[in-house]
């Protein structure tokens, strides 16, 4: 298992990690299916949507969603998580599905 580290702030001077677990409950959900709207813009209201969607998800759950409680404390609710941020995660799953795809 792999963490990875993404940037949080152009600047660089945050950072947010991020797991093999994290990205494999994204995918076990498509959090990222339909969340970006057809201009490709990563904004706060595209962060404050994912967080909508993890939040409900969660509220209907009727099994164990720790893998989404994780990933809400770990990565999608962190402090340093903004829109920038976001972008990087969304590069990295990208990135980790394509690396998968090829394993």
Known sequence: MEDYTIQANAKGSRNIQVSDKNLGTIEKYSLFQHLIDSNGIVDDSVLEKLRL???SLIASQEED???LLDLCIDVIY???MKAFGLQQLIK???EWLHNDEND
Do not use: A, F, Q, T
């Open 92 to 94: 990295l799953y990208l």
């Open 65 to 67: 969603s720790k893998d």
């Open 53 to 55: 969607n993890v939040r």
């Open 78 to 80: 962190h402090n340093d």
